[in-house]
Nanobody
Framework: QVQLVESGGGLVQAGGSLTLSCAAS????????MGWFRQAPGKEREFVAG????????YYADSVKGRFTISRDNAKNTVYLQMNNLKPEDTAVYYC????????????????WGQGTQVTVSS
């Protein structure tokens, strides 16, 4: 059974940092593009960050550029999202996703999704 399990969410004050992890199991994701999305209450899910399977290309939403960093450890089948200088508007449920085509960008179709982890940023 293919699974993506996010962890690392929580409550943090504005200006703080969190690192989200996404552990994959059931198949090898080293050739997949990986992405992070988020959905705030009453809003549509939005792309946050993504990474090509080679790791040579990374993509970020304008709202998080310079603050968030996506990375991966293929040996651990895990993807990370380092989030710095968090703002209240970053509050959302964060999801990781795997793209079997390898692209990992905003426009691609993602094939596997995790259940999400809550991030709450207080002002």
């Amino acid at each position: 059974q293919v699974q993506l399990v996010e962890s690392g969410g929580g409550l943090v004050q504005a200006g703080g940092s969190l690192t989200l992890s996404c552990a994959a199991s059931g198949r090898t994701f080293s050739s997949d593009g990986m992405g992070w999305f988020r959905q705030a209450p009453g809003k549509e899910r939005e792309f946050v960050a993504g990474m090509h399977w080679t790791g040579t290309m990374k993509y970020y939403a304008d709202s998080v550029k310079g603050r968030f960093t996506i990375s991966r450890d293929n040996a651990k089948n895990t993807v990370y999202l380092q989030m710095n200088n968090l703002k209240p508007e970053d509050t959302a449920v964060y999801y990781c996703a795997a793209d079997m085509s390898g692209n990992g960008n905003k426009a691609t179709t993602y094939d596997y999704w995790g259940q999400g982890t809550q991030v709450t940023v207080s002002s």
